[in-house]
């Protein structure tokens, strides 16, 4: 998403403010995370939108014994400024303008804006003060983090209606493009228990998020004397005795007991 590229809103896009500890982990932000931002959609001038990503910078700086041209990658570029427009009443905390007029306006605030890029109508969604639409972040939906601190402001008053200030963001070096929000993970063992004689083998199956997944998951065994469980779910019988295997995926697990 260039700088210089004007975005049309048309419900698909949707843009949120965060304090500086809003994410745990930004390049993996949860829906809660995500959602509990201040959606600032219905207050920006997309007429105005500069705010993006551009090419990262890279210097020519080979050393006198380089026998080619070396080239540097510097970090991500990232910033530019977002145009809101100005409330009838800057104490008016009723209105959405006011509050992202009162969150952005001060200079040198740290936090996170969030691009929400594949919002959908059909979505559950809720009016807002001025007839426009909220969205939700759900698991899976696509978002660009961005880590920036507020720069100054500037009004831009031009005719009637057009009522509005510029605020610039400076990047703080974290940027994370196409980043999906995390996905709550639900794994699935086949069977969930099993009586196998010793020196036998069995086979478990396992999906995640109701895909086949059975190479992907880690298998463990609670007692490796009694059962072992091969890396693509195969089961061998040691000796007498009971045993749980555990498929785990990203922290989500699910189990066979073996009798």
């Not at 210089?4 to 896009?13: F, P, Q, T």
């Not at 995370?33 to 551009?54: H, K, M, Q, R, Y």
């Not at 069977?191 to 880690?218: D, I, Q, Y």
């Not at 699910?254 to 009798?259: N, W």
């Amino acid at each position: 998403m260039p700088n210089d590229v004007r975005l049309s809103s048309s419900g698909n896009i949707q843009v949120r403010w965060h304090a500086a500890n809003a994410f745990l982990v930004p390049a993996k932000p949860t829906p809660t995370e995500v959602n509990g931002g201040l959606n600032i959609t219905d207050d920006v001038s997309w007429n105005d939108w500069s705010f993006g990503v551009t090419d990262a910078n890279t210097t020519n700086d080979p050393s006198l014994k380089s026998k080619a041209n070396v080239a540097d990658l510097g970090t991500i570029s990232y910033g530019g400024s977002i145009s809101l427009y100005l409330p009838e009443s800057f104490t008016d905390m009723s209105n959405s303008h006011a509050v992202a007029f009162a969150a952005l306006s001060v200079p040198r605030t740290v936090g996170w804006i969030t691009i929400q890029i594949d919002g959908d109508l059909s979505e559950t969604n809720t009016p807002t003060y001025s007839g426009g639409m909220v969205q939700t972040a759900a698991a899976g939906d696509l978002i660009h983090v961005f880590k920036v601190q507020t720069g100054g402001y500037s009004p831009y008053i031009t005719g009637e209606e057009s009522f509005r200030e510029t605020i610039s963001f400076l990047p703080q070096g974290e940027a994370y493009v196409y980043a999906v929000v995390a996905v709550t993970n639900v794994v699935v063992v086949t069977p969930a228990t099993l009586t196998l004689a010793v020196a036998a083998k069995s086979p478990l199956a396992a999906t995640v998020n109701a895909r086949r997944f059975t190479r992907g998951v880690k298998w463990t065994s609670s007692n490796g004397t009694l059962v072992t469980v091969s890396a693509n779910g195969v089961l061998t019988r040691l000796a007498a005795g009971s045993a749980t295997i555990t498929a785990t995926y990203n922290g989500a697990t699910s189990t066979c007991v073996v009798s």
